[in-house]
């Protein structure tokens, strides 16, 4: 069914926003139009990009993870 299974997302990872932080997510998802987790997933993954020894792998997308807004 799927060429990797490894990628098929199954692991669920719970977070707590305070009200501000959310408001700051809601919005940026409402700006690009995509649901919040999926920002969230790639703005986690824009962010651990930066740190050392972290680079992607041949299999992991390299395109940038956060979607911009098409006018």
């Known amino acids: 069914m799927y060429q990797d299974p490894k990628r098929v997302r199954r692991h669920k990872q719970t977070i707590y926003l ?16 995509l649901p919040k987790a999926t920002l969230m997933r790639q703005m986690a ?8 020894g972290t680079a992607p792998t ?4 390299t395109q940038p993870m956060v979607a911009e807004r098409s006018t």
Do not use: W
């Open 18 to 33: 305070d009200d501000y932080e959310l408001a700051i997510v809601e919005a940026h998802a409402n700006y690009s139009g």
């Open 58 to 61: 041949p299999q992991q997308p």
């Open 45 to 52: 993954f824009e962010s651990a990009k930066e740190v050392p």
